[in-house]
């Protein structure tokens, strides 16, 4: 209740506040329970644009006179979500890290439009993922099940519009479009794969060029758009199917990586936009190849030759090298970590004699509800096998103080620390995992804890 009234005076005083100061003014602020850092982060277009620090109570906000109308970001820890800003507006969110999404509640001005772009994101991602169960129907099947979804979320959103007529700007009626519109977009792209996977087809089925006739409609260089994730997973999806296609058609175009990139480098202008897909499609290839994880020389060949961003380009240059620095069939080269109650031990000391699997992991790149899950589960499928996770980022507090973390054995998680000689073949930050057998030897020096081999090197331990 004492929140509640706190809240409520708070946004009276912004809304005087913001009426008295002109209408360019956008207060921004709110309160974060069980928060992760002590800050949060507004983003546009992924780059940030101001850190919030929360106060005594876990509280944040700011006034800000020049920002233009538009989706932004506020991101906490490895969470984030939408926020579309407009002069005149104060909005207040508030939520807890432990169930983010789902317990994020907007207030002031403003917050009815947000609120309805939050409920239709978490119903978008329900309903594609229940859209997967129709993909071994005919093209006409499909698409009829398409048209009903569409429908009934441009009836909802009819219906929300209807209430405040005069209080939606144009800018948030597209976004709002692209936002219904995109996730059906997608899945007609990723069709013809599905489809034919579903019914053990050995090529693409055909479908009528009605069936993409949206196509025309679509730019591919929305600038307003390049960082709305429903937008993004469109134009990948495009480029996959593009990508498919050419090899279905040409039996020499049988690297789906590198037409990929090429489809991307082709049909895709915005340089920055150009440089986030190219990295993402170059890192998902390196992370989920069938050997052990490397880059096809061509693929990074043409990723290099095209990307821009030179920390883009340096992050997957470090990945590669870190690849090769810790070899299979060899022993591990001993580090140091430091343990929950801070003692430093030597890595062999800690896995001597056993089937081990460490993984290192940081926040940055996973939640820690999604690393316990997956962790539980693996202990559970492999009890004979030693799991050690060694954090990259969090502090020993924040693993103690996680609730996530309360449910695994703190006697097997540990941090790097900063002399640490594992640190060599962490240089590009992104989480690895290294299975070693009991005497020693690596078996694999680079994969990750959802590699679709995973589980066949675990059973041969």
Aim: hydrophobic share 35%.
């Amino acid at each position: 209740m004492r929140y509640i009234l706190s809240i409520i005076i708070l946004a009276l005083t912004i809304s005087c506040n913001s009426t008295k100061n002109g209408n360019s003014t956008i207060y921004f602020g709110g309160e974060v329970v069980n928060p992760k850092s002590n800050y949060v982060l507004l983003l546009k277009d992924d780059i940030v644009i101001d850190s919030l620090n929360l106060d005594k109570n876990n509280r944040f906000i700011n006034k800000y006179n020049s920002l233009e109308e538009g989706l932004y970001t506020f991101k906490h820890g490895i969470e984030f979500q939408y926020i579309y800003l407009e002069p005149k507006d104060s909005i207040l969110i508030r939520l807890n890290t432990w169930d983010f999404d789902e317990s994020l509640v907007f207030s002031g001005n403003g917050s009815s439009k947000n609120e309805f772009l939050i409920n239709l994101f978490l119903q978008n991602e329900k309903e594609e993922k229940a859209m997967y169960r129709y993909f071994n129907l005919n093209e006409q099947k499909f698409e009829s099940k398409l048209d009903s979804l569409t429908n009934e979320r441009i009836s909802i959103y009819n219906n929300f519009a209807q209430n405040l007529p005069n209080e939606l700007s144009d800018g948030f009626k597209k976004l709002t479009n692209s936002a219904i519109h995109f996730p059906i977009y997608r899945l007609k792209e990723v069709y013809p794969y599905y489809n034919k996977k579903a019914n053990n087809l050995a090529k693409f089925p055909t479908v009528s060029s009605n069936f993409y006739k949206f196509r025309k409609d679509i730019d591919l260089d929305e600038s307003d758009l390049v960082s709305f994730y429903p937008y993004q997973n469109y134009v990948v999806s495009y480029m996959y199917n593009l990508s498919h296609q050419l090899k279905e058609k040409d039996s020499t175009q049988n690297n789906i990586t590198i037409n990929l990139l090429n489809a991307i480098i082709d049909n895709v202008e915005i340089e920055d936009f150009k440089n986030t897909l190219l990295k993402k499609v170059v890192v998902n290839d390196f992370l989920k190849s069938e050997s052990t994880c490397s880059i096809n020389e061509k693929t990074l060949e043409l990723f290099l030759d095209n990307c821009t961003n030179r920390q883009a380009v340096n992050q997957v240059k470090n990945l590669v090298n870190d690849s090769k620095k810790v070899r299979n069939n060899a022993p591990l080269e001993n580090f140091k970590v430091a343990s929950i109650t801070k003692d430093s031990i030597n890595i062999n000391d800690i896995i001597k004699k056993k089937n081990t699997v460490i993984y290192f992991w940081s926040t940055e790149f996973m939640s820690s509800e999604y690393l316990t899950n997956r962790i539980q589960f693996l202990e559970k499928k492999y009890p004979s096998i030693l799991f050690i996770g060694i954090s990259m980022q969090n502090s020993l507090e924040e693993i103690s103080n996680d609730p996530n973390f309360k449910k695994l054995d703190t006697s097997k998680q540990f941090i790097l620390t900063k002399n640490s000689i594992a640190n060599t073949f962490l240089t590009s930050k992104y989480p690895r995992t290294i299975i070693i057998d009991n005497k020693g030897i690596v078996k694999n020096g680079f994969t990750y804890l959802d590699s679709r081999k995973l589980g066949s090197e675990l059973n041969k331990l």
